[in-house]
């Protein structure tokens, strides 16, 4: 029995959902229980800024219904991302070790697992609930396939339990025809979930990885990051206009049979939009619409037509 696709957006909260998906005026406290509504998952990209805190959890909790799913995204010192010292906790941040442009960089382990412990700590309100999905280590660009980045990815494991790990890629030496199949062992050996990613292609960006579909894990998870090469390392650019791309009807098609194999070897299975600016709507050249919800549901529309389960 396939695994039922369940599609989402990666984040509720992103200016163009905010605008264009939301009934007009409706207040941002309101928002989370609406989007819940229409999906049964998200993702949440606040905590790769800040840890959260435990009412900020809670609320998560309370406003959502049984048996959603929230993916929370790493901490950018847990994935190995510059981050400020003002946004560690104050009583820790007296010990770490920041540059001249008031970074912290690199922590010692025990410091940075002390960072991991309260970020697990936090997120007690959505495991109790039974509403936590699994723990997003985007990696930094940075990050090359090498024995002492293996090293770290098994450490960041151990720190957390018994909670989900999904790894995103985003150096393209992980995929490439040499390490590939080493990559995906390895996931499969610390007992990690691989997210499949669909973004631009190029044959010169060393932060963008190949699309290889598979799975490591019970769990098939592939998140679409739109297909705007031009905006892609834009300096000095926003995350809207990076992923600025309304996916057309026959791009997504490309996906069915995807979907279809990794819902086939999958517990559980998830696809997320990550395409978080707005686009003129087709339908109405006057209005506007938000890119990740559009394609969310096309996509579902899409998978229905060619009977692969999903919601």
Known sequence: MAATVRIGTCSWADEALSKWFYPPKLPAKERLAWYAEHFDTVEVDSTYYRLPTDSMVEGWAQRTPDGFAMHVKAFGLMTRHPVKAETIP????AEMPVDERGRVD???REL?????????ASLEPLRAAGKLGGILFQLPPYVVFKDSSLDY???AREQLGGDEMLVEFRHRSWLDDEHRAESLAFLERIGATYVTVDAPKSDTAKNLVPTVVATTSPTAYV???GRNLGTWNKRGGSAAERFD??????????????????AGQAEQAFAFFNNNASSQDPDNPLGRISQAATNAVQLRRLLDVNRIPAK
Request: proline share 8%.
């Open 223 to 225: 998140r679409f990051h």
């Open 153 to 155: 990815l098994e450490w």
């Open 106 to 108: 690199r922590p010692p």
């Open 112 to 120: 940075r697992g002390e960072v991991f412990r309260r970020f697990l």
């Open 245 to 262: 791309y309304l996916y057309s009807e026959d791009e997504l098609a490309e996906w069915v049979e995807p979907l279809r194999e990794l």
């Open 90 to 93: 104050e009583d820790l941040r």
